[in-house]
């Protein structure tokens, strides 16, 4: 028995990844679900407009809501853009008559916290019991906010994991050494590669959003062409993770346990379930690294909210920055794989190449 | 030398893997290198074929699509069927139409594949895999044919067949090299590069090899190796001496081309910890 347990230890040296995995993701996955996977949300921005703003947001209690604006001049359409635009989860309207609050529905955990923090003011009695209207996701449907997100994961699930199995694949069975010496440009072999993927996601998240519509009631309010460039984009940020785990993966248990580490996180800080604004700031800018985050503001957006192109530039933008970033590094050192020796030959000037006759 | 390798120095990382190494391959000719494992056999391919830069030297190749490789490890689609292997080779390499069905017709019935067009890569035997991908490298009748160790672990029927394909192909006209730990494959080639840890310890046509033989050989009994310098051939051994001084009881022997070649690596290796 000796024998096998020292063995094992000795394999296991060799192998870092599974060491890093064994004893990195627990450190991870517990500050992580220390810091981020927080059922009590606190930080919930709130908007107060209306004649009585500042004396309903001195109302509302710290730390569950944060004040960002207080306007008394704005009423009700500028309360409910703040919302639309996602800055603000809860705005509270003043003036005549009783309150008016408004939430964004779409942001599950913050709504119910904001309606639990609110009915304990009630019972206090603080005065004036106040309206509340939900908006974009009336009866705080779980799935009408996590379909949108889901379509996400499932297409970080295709991109980075299957994409990188197929390409680990060639160099493990010895093929793409053998593409190398075909007549194709690296463009050829890596668009090549790629493309099926692309499309089988693309198929993919259709049916995804259709199923998600027919079974659970969600609703497609927004643009489907805004969803579609937003789509396109995080398609390609995945499917460039997916080469790069392949470039530096030897086979196809390597790509998995990598592929697993970037998806691991997707899910706990991309705001899937937890929403990004209640989480520490130690683990906050992890979750605006990760695509997923980036793809779930634009498909709730979309989905729910109706958000037209104009206010979701901004996650547009940062997934195409992602887009060129991730991609630009995989495609760079996947070119290298293919034609690893053709630089330095032209550079050495020595190794000829001459047309056959 | 049409194509080939000259005065080739190769390394990978900082190691230096080939040391000044010349291997021709020309047209209607198969060219052999032989050597043990890790004796820079697959890295001399890798340098023809380009996936391997060359420090130094002159390396001539044909353009990209008049190559054909075969890498040590399958070289084919395991998901794929034969058919389907073959259809991608064609379409890589631009055949279509009637030049494709009469290519891959005539290399199904030579590599005995006919009936097992349907099957996937991946379930054919290890010696119908490697003829598989022999095919897909011959289909579009290239004018280099580079198979790395393409009968290693095959059966001798399979291997005799492989061997019919890459002879037909350089009657053909192709310029073929091919790697090999078989000395008995080598003696079938017009050239023979014989490679020890990256250096080339003979190289000629068989015969020369064999002509020149360095030192002596001779043949002796007994149970215990007589000296360093001897191996077994069957139940005798054979000595080799650079100088020609056998050890008592050795009888001189002409030697056949395994010989030749076991000596020539000997001489290598005695030449290098001469220095």
Redesign the interface.
Known sequence: MWAMISKEFRELRRDRRTVAMMIVLPVVLLVVFGYAANFKVSDIPAVVVGPGASQAASLLPEPTFRVIEVDPAAGEPAARARLRDGKAVVAVVTGSGAPLILMDGSQLFSVQTAEAALGKMAQKGAGVSPRVEILYNKDLSTSWVMVPGLAGLILVFIGTLITSLGVVRERQ???L??L?????RAWDVIVGKIAPYLIVAAVDLVVIVVIGMAVFHVPFAGNAGTFALGAALFLLVTLGMGVLVSTVSQNQGQAIQLAFMLVLPQVLLSGLIFPVSSMAVGVRWISYLLPLTYFIEISRGVMLKAMPVSDLWEPIGLLAVLAVAVLGLAVFRFRRDLA??????RA?G???????S | MKWGLRGVDAARGRDLVLAGVTMPVDPSRVTVVVGGDGAGKSTCLKVLVGLLAARSGTVRRPPKERIGYVPATAGLYADLTVQENLDFSATAYGLSGRDYSRQAGRLLEQTGLGRARRRLGGQLSGGMQRKLAVGMALLHAPDLLVLDEPTTGVDPVSRAELWRLISAAAAAGTAVAVSTTYVNEAARAAVVVLLEAGKVAASGSPAQILNDVPGVIGVMDGAERPTALAWRRGVTWRVWDPAGALPQGARPVAPDFEDAVVAATLASEHREQGR
């Open positions: 069975a010895g093929t050494e053998q190398a010496v075909m007549p194709f690893p020796g053709r630089p330095k030959d050495a020595r190794a000829q190449q001459p047309v056959a």
